[in-house]
């Protein structure tokens, strides 16, 4: 998917402009929400110009719909899904959080559009709760796992040890 623009909902109505960024970029989607996707697409209009989420009534089938009625499905569905106090960035907040925790602030800074990482580190990635307990096992893991010739303390393979001044003397 290329995301080229983006709808603002403005007391004038909507405003169709480039992303934040004002910046294309393409976002690979997983196969589950192509294939929904492809579905959704079969019931629009063949109109290269035809909004992918449009209005819902017909006085507005053209425009994109409005912030409002969207709002509204949107509460309606956390309401069913028993998920009263999630709001919209919530799910934002979460992606951006499962991608920096799988695959790094870096590319979970560019799938979100930010040209900046501290930008999705001070706004969006959370720390995942569990992953603490992952990190010490791993530690452990790697340490059973080692020669125990080399590491911190010993100093680096082929490395002399710099001096303390604290040696004994012969």
């Known amino acids: 998917m290329i995301v080229a623009e983006s709808v603002a909902q403005l007391p004038g109505g909507p405003v169709i402009d480039t992303p ?57 569905a956390v309401e069913r899904a028993g998920l009263p106090d999630l709001i919209p960035h919530d799910l934002r907040a979460t992606h951006g959080s499962w991608v920096a925790d799988s695959h790094g602030v870096l590319v979970a800074a560019r799938r979100l559009g930010h040209s900046n990482a501290s930008v999705t580190t001070r706004h969006y990635a959370r720390a995942v709760d569990g992953r603490d307990a992952e990190v010490a096992a791993f530690l452990d893991r790697a340490r ?27």
């Open 20 to 76: 934040k960024s004002h910046q294309r970029r393409e976002l690979a989607l997983p196969a589950f929400v192509v294939d929904r996707l492809r579905q959704h697409l079969a019931e629009l209009p063949e109109d290269p110009d035809a909004f992918l989420f449009p209005g819902r009534q017909q006085r507005t089938a053209g425009r994109p719909q409005s912030y409002n009625g969207w709002k509204y499905r949107f509460d309606r």
């Open 144 to 170: 059973k796992a080692e020669d125990h010739s080399g590491g911190a303390r010993n100093g680096h393979v082929g490395e002399s040890e710099p001096s303390t001044g604290r040696e004994k003397r012969p």
